[in-house]
């Protein structure tokens, strides 16, 4: 019986486990990629104490440390989370563990760009990490589609390879961090496309450009060896939802300040969470505060206990 179980091994996970073995509870996590989205950058400079690492080295850091207090790590993906009276079981395979709460931090998953040619073209011109697949495009052209703080650091990467980026973007102004919206505007290589999406992919063997839905200097297809796609995340908060927990229109579960559900002993945190603000240092820190709490709530109420005939 564990007293706490961590859905989720990103930053928020690894940062809420430290917390939770300091704090004497009995912990597991159930990672199936470990790391999570912020491997996907090259840069961070934003997480306080560190002025640049790359995303792999946060990750690495943050679940060294965690490891340091030894919380049992499942390398695998939770499939299953029911709620037996106040325990709750997860199940992995043949196998189930019980806990007596539950920690959400499964983050996301990218926003598909659903428009003809994608699914044709992906992997072979269509991509949605820079960092991984930009450098198979040195000196060609290139395209990001979003206009986020994440799309222009995804341009910024592919700048390094590519002979131009656009960021074609249906906004009016993109809208990264101002360091980052700067980079952008002073690197030659960039060049935004505002108001306009992207309708179509094209190509035969591999990408050959995109159909715009507005005519970007007098042609509605721009001519380009790769899409970057941007466009947002979303929560993987199916599990959640299963077993009851309450989510906003846009799927992300609804937390409250102390990182709790609706359901007594669930609580959630970083990029699955409803808030509005999502980084990494915002994530670790609703982590850590479900952490505190799923103690009190451990240590305080009448939660299910070893043997509990409703958990067996
Ligand atoms: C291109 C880009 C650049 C960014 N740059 C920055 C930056 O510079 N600074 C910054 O602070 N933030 C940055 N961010 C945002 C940051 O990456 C996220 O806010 C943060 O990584 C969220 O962490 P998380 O642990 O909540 O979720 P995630 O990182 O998504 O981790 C969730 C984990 O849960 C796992 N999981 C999901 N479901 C299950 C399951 N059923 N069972 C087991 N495991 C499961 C996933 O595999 C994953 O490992 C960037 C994001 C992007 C896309």
């Known amino acids: 019986?564990?007293?706490?179980?961590?859905?989720?091994?990103?930053?928020?996970?690894?940062?809420?486990?430290?917390?939770?073995?300091?704090?004497?509870?009995?912990t597991v996590v159930f990672s199936e990629r470990t790391g999570g989205t912020i491997i996907l950058t090259d840069r961070v400079e934003n997480y306080p104490g560190f002025k640049l690492l790359t995303g792999v080295e946060l990750a690495e850091k943050l679940q060294e440390h965690a490891m340091e207090y030894k919380p049992d790590l499942i390398e695998e993906r939770a499939e299953v989370i029911t709620r037996e009276g106040k325990c709750f079981r997860i199940i992995v395979g043949e196998k189930t563990y019980e806990a007596r709460t539950v920690l959400f931090a499964t983050g996301t998953k990218h926003r598909e760009l659903k428009v003809p040619g994608h699914d044709t073209f992906m992997n072979r011109g269509v991509h949605y990490c820079a960092l991984c697949d930009g450098a198979f495009y040195r000196g060609?052209?290139?395209?990001?589609?979003g206009g986020s703080d994440s799309a222009a650091k995804e341009a910024l990467v592919l700048a390094q390879h590519g002979s131009k980026v656009y960021m074609v973007y249906r906004g009016e102004k993109i809208r990264p961090e101002?360091?980052?919206?700067?980079?952008?505007l002073a690197n030659r290589k960039i060049e935004i496309i505002y108001h306009t999406n992207v309708t179509e992919i094209l190509g035969?063997?591999?990408?050959?450009?995109?159909?715009?839905?507005?005519?970007?200097?007098?042609?509605d297809i721009l001519p380009l060896d790769g899409v970057f796609v941007a466009i947002g995340l979303l929560s993987l908060s199916e599990l959640a939802v299963k077993l009851g927990v309450k989510v906003n229109p846009k799927g992300e579960i609804i937390i409250n300040r102390k990182s709790e559900t609706n359901i007594p002993g669930v609580y959630a945190a970083g990029d699955v969470a409803d808030t509005e603000f999502k980084q990494a240092i915002t994530?670790?820190?609703?982590?850590?505060?479900?952490?505190?709490?799923?103690?009190?709530?451990?240590?305080?109420?009448?939660?299910?206990?070893?043997?509990?005939?409703?958990?067996q």
């Open 1 to 26: 019986m564990y007293d706490i179980a961590i859905i989720g091994g990103g930053v928020t996970g690894f940062g809420a486990a430290m917390y939770a073995r300091r704090l004497n509870l009995k």
């Open 140 to 145: 060609k052209v290139l395209a990001v589609v």
């Open 178 to 184: 101002p360091v980052n919206y700067e980079r952008v």
């Open 204 to 219: 035969d063997k591999s990408v050959s450009g995109v159909r715009l839905d507005r005519p970007y200097k007098g042609k």
């Open 283 to 311: 994530g670790v820190a609703e982590g850590v505060t479900a952490t505190y709490h799923a103690y009190k709530y451990v240590s305080e109420s009448e939660v299910c206990a070893t043997g509990d005939q409703t958990a």
